[in-house]
């Protein structure tokens, strides 16, 4: 019976479970002598949903790539799920991660980017399954389950047969969730992903990323300029400027109350421009 189950086995599984999902520890990136993230700490909780926002060159998309590992850090460490990403525990030290324990940790993250990314010969379902089948070593009878049941939960039941060049831009989008999905993330990071996309079909994919917070255990980070939907859909809102985070609250108080003076600048901007 649960009850009998050792208190300490409880007490480490109440730790992990208080541990942030994401940690950011002294992050910096450095192109040059161009500063793009500053000495950055930030935690992000289990099943947290963070927007991210802030005016162009801010660091808000080399966050999201510094922690698909996309970007190499000049500094500092990032943690997910517990575990060092950037660096790996040898002889009870933390020394530089090596190729393998990058791709294990990572494997906790899912991307979904601005540019679909999809691959133009092959058609949905087959852009879907690739990456289990290759990485996950999964069954191709399984895989094909699994991404017939994606494409489906994404709306696109129909089309597992098509090819990109037949999708719509929303469609190709919602692929694109479809397979970062496949890969069985506990984190999702969503970059920019209506911004290539017209007025209706930026509906569609926001309402696939609504579905994905309601209805499963996933944390989640988007870069967006959808203040409307980081209103909405966020647990927190993370301002950024000249890579640091200036303010962050939660939604209604940070859009309703901004402290910080540059916060205040950049949402009078936004409410100018709409």
Same mark, same amino acid.
């Given at each position: 019976m649960k009850r009998d189950l050792d208190p300490a ?14 940690r950011f520890r002294g992050v910096t990136k450095r ?34 790539? @510094?922690?698909?590992? &996309? %970007? +190499?850090?000049?500094? *500092? ?7 060092? =990403? ?106 920019? @992903?209506?911004?290539? &996309? %017209? +007025?209706?079909?930026? *509906? ?7 579905? =994905? ?62």
């Amino acid at each position: 019976m649960k009850r009998d189950l050792d208190p300490a086995l409880g007490a480490v599984a109440d730790a992990q479970q208080d541990q942030p999902m994401v940690r950011f520890r002294g992050v910096t990136k450095r192109y040059g002598t161009l500063t793009v993230l500053d000495e950055l700490d930030l935690d992000i909780a289990r099943n947290e949903k963070v927007a991210i926002i802030g005016p162009s060159g801010s660091g808000k998309s080399t966050l999201l790539r @510094v922690l698909m590992t &996309l %970007d +190499p850090l000049t500094s *500092g460490m990032i943690e997910v799920d517990g575990e060092p =990403l950037t660096h790996m525990r040898r002889n009870g030290a933390l020394v530089p991660a090596n190729d393998r324990h990058v791709r294990a940790v990572r494997s906790k993250i899912g991307m979904v980017f601005q540019s679909f990314n999809l691959f133009p010969h092959m058609t949905a379902l087959q852009n879907t399954i690739e990456a289990p089948l290759r990485t996950l070593g999964m069954s191709r009878r399984d895989a094909i389950e699994r991404g017939r049941e994606l494409l489906s939960m994404v709306g696109l039941s129909d089309k597992c047969d098509h090819y990109p060049s037949q999708l719509s831009g929303g469609q190709q989008q919602r692929v694109a969730i479809a397979r970062a999905l496949a890969m069985r993330p506990k984190v999702m990071l969503f970059d920019e @992903v209506t911004s290539a &996309l %017209d +007025p209706e079909l930026c *509906g569609e994919v926001l309402n696939v990323v609504r579905r =994905l917070g309601a209805e499963h255990n996933l944390t989640m980070l988007m870069v967006t300029h959808q203040m409307g939907f980081a209103k909405e859909f966020a647990d927190r809102v993370c301002f950024f400027s000249q890579g640091k985070i200036i303010e962050q609250a939660p939604p209604q108080q940070f859009f309703t109350s901004p402290q910080h003076e540059r916060t205040q600048q950049f949402l009078r901007a936004v409410r100018e421009a709409t």
